[in-house]
């Protein structure tokens, strides 16, 4: 089976192709390398495109029988989405109807989209189950919502078959060592800490320390990238097999670490003491996100692995010294 990963080159793509491959799927990674990184690619068919050029897509449908798309191509800043709805709208919504309009040219019906708990908005229920209300607070999560939208739509007239994936908080690098975060901007607080820790960041900003929670940090919910793959390559496989035809699915652990237990377990792991400055909350910013995983087990049988607080900063750790390693050679 050959599979077409979008965004493969990105901090979750390229641990998804990984799997992929461990698997002896055929991978095809489409990527613009606008943010994604070539050297997280362990293998695959690589080529450089972007999905807003329909000539680019088309052109891989008619090279590779392909079986199923899995698409992580995406803009995911929350506050750039903010500052500039116009570039989200565009891009996000452009590249998904234009992967579908040649998908569905080429009679490729299996569809698993890379989407976010930033659908949710304000939490009204905690955990948060797939059913929750869908009132996004930002461009960013508009844009996953109106995609969502499009694929009932396409699904009820075209026979489409998805597995929409609802991320919480992407976190970790892989257990090899081979893999890992790489943002640019980085934005994502567990890479922050360490990067701070490294030297690589001059100072930690704690944004928040008045939330009704049990130390005033807000709490979140973890999953480990590998643990976050490993759905991917499961939703795959119940979309071949025909035992799903659409469905969203939360991919998260139900369990919570505030920001301070955080930074207390990277200092822990690390023996360095973190130096922040504590900020007041962000626009937007809710007490507790934690997801409801009950969906995830019985639909895929997706168990964690690695999404313990101690794992994920250990796995992190240890990629963000290999990478400062390397710049410094």
Same mark, same amino acid.
């Given at each position: ?6 965004? =493969?080159?990105? +901090?979750?793509g390229?641990h998804t192709v990984?799997q992929?491959l461990?698997e002896?799927?055929e991978v095809i990674v489409?990527d613009n ?6 050297e997280l690619?362990?293998? =695959?068919e690589?080529i @450089?495109?972007?999905l !807003?050029n329909?000539?680019t897509?088309?052109e ?8 199923a /798309?899995?698409h992580f191509a ?7 989405? +903010?500052?500039?709805p116009q570039?989200y709208?565009q891009?996000?919504?452009l590249? $998904?109807?234009?992967l579908l309009?040649?998908m569905?040219a080429?009679h490729v @019906?299996?569809?698993?989209?890379s989407?976010?708990? *930033?659908?949710y908005g304000?939490?009204?229920?905690i ?13 960013y999560?508009?844009?996953?919502l ?9 699904a !009820?007239?075209y026979?489409?078959?998805?597995i $929409?994936l609802?991320y919480?908080n992407a %976190?970790g *690098? ?8 790489m ?6 607080l ?25 130390d005033?940090?807000a709490?979140?919910d973890y999953?480990h /990238?590998?643990d976050?793959a490993? *759905?991917?390559?499961?939703a795959v496989?119940k979309?071949?097999? =025909? ?5 969203f699915?939360?991919?998260?652990t139900?369990?919570g670490y505030s /920001?301070l237990?955080v ?7 690390? =023996?360095l003491?973190?130096n922040y400055?504590?900020?007041p @909350? @962000?626009?937007?910013?809710v007490?507790?996100?934690? %997801? $409801?995983?009950?969906r995830? !087990?019985q639909?895929?049988g997706?168990?964690l692995?690695?999404?313990?607080l101690?794992?994920?900063i250990?796995t992190?750790?240890?990629?963000h ?7 410094? !050679?």
């Amino acid at each position: 089976m050959s599979i077409l990963v979008t965004g =493969g080159a990105g +901090y979750i793509g390229s641990h998804t192709v990984k799997q992929l491959l461990q698997e002896n799927y055929e991978v095809i990674v489409l990527d613009n390398f606008s943010s994604g990184r070539e050297e997280l690619l362990i293998g =695959g068919e690589i080529i @450089r495109g972007d999905l !807003r050029n329909k000539k680019t897509l088309q052109e891989v449908f008619a090279s590779y029988k392909i079986d199923a /798309v899995i698409h992580f191509a995406s803009l995911i800043q929350v506050g750039e989405s +903010y500052q500039n709805p116009q570039k989200y709208y565009q891009h996000n919504l452009l590249t $998904s109807l234009n992967l579908l309009e040649v998908m569905l040219a080429h009679h490729v @019906r299996k569809f698993i989209f890379s989407s976010s708990a *930033a659908v949710y908005g304000e939490p009204q229920k905690i955990p948060i189950p797939e059913d929750h209300p869908l009132v996004p607070t930002n461009p960013y999560g508009q844009t996953k919502l109106f995609v969502e939208i499009i694929l009932k739509d396409y699904a !009820r007239a075209y026979g489409l078959k998805f597995i $929409s994936l609802r991320y919480f908080n992407a %976190a970790g *690098a892989d257990p090899e060592g081979k893999l890992g975060e790489m943002h640019e901007p980085e934005t994502h607080l567990i890479p922050n800490i360490l990067l701070t820790l490294l030297g690589q960041k001059k100072e930690f900003y704690l944004f928040g320390t008045d939330f009704p929670t049990p130390d005033g940090t807000a709490i979140r919910d973890y999953i480990h /990238v590998t643990d976050l793959a490993t *759905a991917h390559v499961l939703a795959v496989k119940k979309l071949l097999a =025909g035992e799903i035809q659409t469905d969203f699915i939360n991919l998260g652990t139900t369990k919570g670490y505030s /920001v301070l237990e955080v930074i207390r377990e990277a200092e822990k792991i690390t =023996g360095l003491k973190l130096n922040y400055q504590r900020h007041p @909350r @962000r626009p937007g910013d809710v007490p507790i996100l934690l %997801a $409801s995983r009950e969906r995830a !087990r019985q639909k895929l049988g997706w168990e964690l692995h690695y999404s313990d607080l101690e794992t994920i900063i250990q796995t992190a750790w240890a990629w963000h010294q290999k990478v400062a390693t390397s710049l410094h !050679r």
